[in-house]
């Protein structure tokens, strides 16, 4: 039956495609789905070994992404830390990520060169789950009561995920004063997350939220 071979073939494909990807929410979904053609492929064909195997990774990925859904939103397993902007270990992370960050966010500043005005020190923050750190947002104030939004870079690996809203719906803005957040020219594949943290487009790559 040359349609239960492409199930058991499509299920090994898929399996071997999921530790392919960066992304971990993706590669647990792959992998289960993989998983769950080959078994129920081996099933059919009745090779137990190989049904077992399959069997015990779905239900690992299964008990993987109820731990990544319910973890996503949770200020207790991620923890923002303010930074300054010449701290060495932002700069390791600024660095060590730069071609990533430069595809999403070209323009990005972080050097304090100056105060007030449109090149204030900019307010940079660290977005860490345990000891790892997934992402970085670093915002310049434009006058008084508003600020910009430079950067918001997520590791690739936690890009399922929003991070950066621990930052956002903090306070941390509100705490200084700020009462609205300016986003300018963020990148395309953004505009989920940005009404998601509450911006509205206002004009032409032009996003804008109250604190």
Known sequence: MWWLEAIGWAG???????????????LRWMNLAGALLATGYNLVIEVWPIVAMNGAIAIIDIYWLIRLYREAHDEQIYEVIEVAPEDAYLGHVLRTHAEDISEFHPDVLTADDGEGGPHARPWCFLVLKGDETVGVVIARAQGEATVAIE??????SYRDFTPGEFVHRSGLFRERGVSQVVWDNPPASSE???????????????WVRTA
């Open 12 to 26: 090994s494909v898929l399996v071997v495609w999921s530790l392919m990807q960066a992304r971990v929410l993706r």
């Open 192 to 206: 989920p997350y940005l009404r998601q943290m509450g911006f509205t487009q206002s004009g032409v790559g032009h």
């Open 151 to 156: 950067l918001d870079w997520v590791r690739p």
